[in-house]
């Protein structure tokens, strides 16, 4: 591969196999589904190959999980197979795969990050896309109505008047430099978010730039319709 492909970890840490540098392409078949297939080479521990969501999002097969059968009902592979074209003599492998080695179906243009994906919350987006968005009052219970200046944007820009005290932390003598913490990758959507959520707060004066040493690791859960929450994992 002329760019090869950082591989991430669930925990955010590189890849033991380093970056993917190599890729098999042959013909798949699952049933009567068929296709042609890119997969990347890299180390996925017990795993064979993972195919992934993109993969499902694709085809949209008909899964059955009492069963544990798939369908491809939805996708034109099945009618119209795509056929490996013929090897090129002068195209050759400067290494030949091991018994050891692992496939991967993989966007060759993209980085690639193995994570964990819980889908709760796309669902709940999805099935509420289409339902009307209530009013403050259907929300609200009418005995908490008038504290709703105290829940608008204007006014959670504006801090409080700073008072005498502060709360610090105090750190015990000797204490650890670093702490270990676990690493969220984040998606081009997310970093954009964290982007703008930094600029905002650092504006209204919420946040402001530090010099500590220590940190802690950000990431977003996506609420019900679809827009994502900022949480901190302290």
Request: net charge negative.
């Amino acid at each position: 591969m002329a760019v090869p492909i950082a591989v991430y970890n669930a925990d955010g840490t590189r890849n033991k196999a380093g970056d993917i540098t190599e890729f098999v392409e042959f013909r798949m078949t699952i049933g009567n589904h068929s296709e042609r297939i890119d997969f990347a080479v890299t180390d996925l521990g017990s795993k064979d190959l993972y195919l992934g969501h993109n993969w499902l999002k694709h085809h949209n097969p008909i899964i059955n999980w009492n069963t544990g059968t798939i369908i491809f009902g939805h996708c034109q592979c099945v009618k119209n197979p795509f056929p490996l074209p013929d090897a090129d003599p002068n195209n050759h492998w400067d290494e030949e795969l091991e018994d050891s080695d692992t496939i991967l179906a993989v966007n060759m243009e993209e980085e690639l990050v193995i994570r964990a994906v819980h889908h709760t919350n796309d669902l709940a987006a999805v099935a509420n896309a289409d339902k009307p968005k209530k009013t403050f009052e259907e929300m609200v219970p009418s005995d908490y109505r008038s504290f709703h200046d105290l829940f608008s944007k204007e006014n959670f820009d504006e801090l409080p008047e700073r008072k005498p005290w502060d709360h610090t932390i105090e750190l015990i003598p000797n204490a650890k430099s670093t702490l270990d913490c676990k690493v969220y990758p984040l998606n081009r959507d997310e970093q954009e978010q964290l982007d703008k959520f930094l600029d905002e707060n650092l504006e209204s004066g919420r946040i402001k730039e530090l010099k500590s040493p220590f940190t802690s690791p950000f990431f977003f859960v996506k609420k019900k319709d679809g827009s994502l929450r900022p949480v901190q994992d302290y």
